[in-house]
């Protein structure tokens, strides 16, 4: 009894203490708990929480009641005043007959005044119950600050953020009714993996925050992060539908010794970025790379609006060629970023971050409109039978908008460029994700005479049937398969069966990446039309494309493997 941090106490049937534990007499004011041996808390408490309590003392004694977790103030004077939950049973002899009675009491102050708060403050998410983000913020400053003071002998805690992986699908199609449904369930799961003293908070739409204080060490956080996670696999049953969720958690430790709360809330959300990018389900625990990471991302994001607005860019054209003839074809235009720190950007260092933030969209746009534009200035200046063609890249992120044939066509009526001699390309992947939504879009583009190629084939494990259902014209075999093609091997074995494919199913194919006259001749045994890659040429500015148009393929477009060599550019 003496160890433990509950009062605890028993009393005759005259409601006077025959023992109390140590607790309950340091409470009482007393060093010996002896001492409050045949007294009460008309002894010790204020009076009208003395008579209160002695009241139901007699109740219990009298009518054999029990009272279980009752809140009640004790107060004594002179002391600040404490909230306790108390349990009260009677107790009876071997006849069963009462005695006396026996309580226990758990001090709730703490609980008592954070709950006062919310109240007061109305810092509280009205669905789930929960504390909203004002009052997480609070609590997480209090322990910042607390770590400051005691420097580091305090107790070590985290901040968890979380976030319910599918939750807007079940939104969208469930309806909303089930949406609030699955958040409080939710709630009160992640809850069940906690303990009383950890703060479980909901911080906006399907997003919750957890406080985890005390903790001994980084591994304790992570814990708690699978217990949520395994609790949160179990389905749910919503709206009278059983759904599966999950949830992604990010997770930030005060051992990185923060001085501002919101820089520890800042360093969660972005490990919760992290795990959600690593493919969902999934817990991440912030470390200072991850930080160095944001800020570059930060600072990308920042560099490409400001990109978009002052124009930045440049189209770099890349020949394609024909094989037959060793002619001009057309070009592949490619984006270029005049960064004005850091010279020219090549497209894998912005593109992902452009469709992440939407910026593809005017960015892909202009490129557009630029490529159009340029490529009919070309067929005025240069007219060729049949005329060149200018391929530009779409990412999945255009795809997906329904205004895209408008937007095309819009181009194509400002620059005056003939549809027929547009090709948007598409990457595999991206047709993969694109679905429904996607093909509508295609088909119109293909209804409109716009040419459409599918970039980077080989690559996205697209399965032939599926393909067959776009409007489709033409596959570009992907770089990795031309480079390790040599005489022979299985991967020239890969490239053959795609060109049989292709053509069995009506459809053309470019080979990217060229690089050797000796995978040239491999192509050209293949069948396969048209290549683009440096043995031709790199991707090169306007003007070095023009002269290229003025003067004609040079010689060593036409040269055979024997005595051809890769052109550096
Ligand atoms: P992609 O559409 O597959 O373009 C071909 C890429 O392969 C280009 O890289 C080109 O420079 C490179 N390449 C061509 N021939 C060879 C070769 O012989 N050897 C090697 N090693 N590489 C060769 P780049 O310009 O860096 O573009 C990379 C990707 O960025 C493009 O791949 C495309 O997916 C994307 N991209 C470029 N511009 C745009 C754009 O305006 N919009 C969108 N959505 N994506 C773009
Ligand atoms: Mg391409
Ligand atoms: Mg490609």
């Not at 699955?182 to 406080?211: H, K």
Request: with cysteine.
């Amino acid at each position: 009894m003496d160890s433990m941090a509950e009062d605890i106490y028993f009393k005759d049937r005259n409601g006077r203490f025959t023992r109390v534990n140590r607790a309950m007499a340091n409470h009482l004011g007393l060093t010996d708990p002896a001492r409050a041996i045949g007294r009460n808390e008309m002894d010790f408490l204020c009076r009208d929480e003395a008579e209160h309590r002695c009241r139901d003392d007699e109740e219990i004694v009298r009518r054999g009641r029990t009272l279980v977790d009752m809140e009640e103030k004790w107060h004594l004077p002179g002391r600040s005043e404490r909230w306790l939950s108390t349990t009260k049973i009677p107790l009876r002899d071997s006849s069963g007959a009462i005695v006396g009675s026996f309580g226990i009491s758990r001090d709730i102050t703490e609980k008592k005044r954070f709950e006062a708060e919310l109240e007061q403050k109305g810092f509280y998410d009205p669905l789930t119950q929960l504390p909203n983000r004002a009052m997480f913020d609070k609590r997480v400053e209090r322990l910042v600050t607390r770590t400051r003071h005691l420097g580091p002998s305090s107790p070590l805690f985290a901040v968890a953020w979380l976030d319910l992986d599918r939750f807007k699908c079940i939104n969208e199609s469930l309806g909303h009714g089930a949406g609030d449904e699955l958040l409080v369930r939710t709630a009160r799961r992640i809850e069940a993996c906690l303990r009383p003293g950890d703060v479980l908070a909901r911080v906006v739409g399907d997003q919750f925050t957890v406080l985890l204080d005390d903790l001994h060490s980084e591994s304790d956080a992570v814990r708690v992060a699978e217990r949520i996670q395994n609790a949160m696999a179990l389905p749910l049953t919503v709206g009278g539908t059983e759904v599966f969720t999950s949830v992604s958690i990010g997770i930030a430790l005060s051992s990185s010794g923060y001085a501002r709360h919101d820089d520890m809330l800042r360093d969660a959300y972005t490990a919760l970025y992290r795990a959600k990018a690593a493919g969902r389900a999934r817990h991440e625990v912030f470390d200072a790379d991850m930080h160095r990471r944001a800020v570059d991302q930060l600072q990308l994001e920042t560099d490409l609006r400001r990109a978009i607005e002052r124009q930045e860019w440049v189209v770099h054209y890349q020949p394609i060629v024909d094989l037959q003839s060793r002619s001009l074809a057309g070009f592949e235009a490619l984006a270029r970023w005049r960064h004005p720190g850091r010279g020219l950007v090549m497209p894998d260092a912005f593109i992902p971050t452009a469709e992440e933030t939407g910026l593809i969209r005017p960015l892909g746009m202009w490129v557009l409109h630029e490529a159009c534009r340029q490529m009919r200035v070309w067929h005025d200046m240069c007219p060729t039978q049949p005329p060149l063609g200018i391929a530009v890249n779409l990412s999945t992120r255009q795809l997906a908008h329904a205004d895209l044939p408008a937007q095309v066509r819009h181009v194509l009526d400002q620059t005056g460029l003939r549809p027929s001699c547009l090709t948007l390309e598409i990457t595999e992947s991206a047709l993969m994700q694109s679905m429904q939504a996607g093909a509508a879009v295609l088909q119109e583009l293909h209804e409109m005479n716009v040419h459409l190629d599918v970039d980077d084939f080989g690559t996205g494990y697209s399965s032939l049937a599926y393909l067959q259902s776009f409007p489709v014209q033409t596959l570009k075999v992907d770089r990795s398969f031309v480079s390790s093609m040599h005489g022979g091997a299985q991967q020239s074995e890969i490239v053959r069966a795609i060109v049989g494919l292709a053509h069995n199913l009506g459809m053309d194919v470019i080979a990217e990446g060229v690089e050797t006259p000796q995978q040239l001749e491999l192509l050209r045994s293949l069948n396969c039309r048209r290549a683009q890659g440096f043995f031709f040429s790199r991707p090169v500015p306007a003007e070095e494309a023009q002269r290229l148009i003025i003067d004609g393929p040079p010689a060593f477009w036409s040269e055979s493997a024997a005595n051809g060599s890769v052109n550096a550019g």
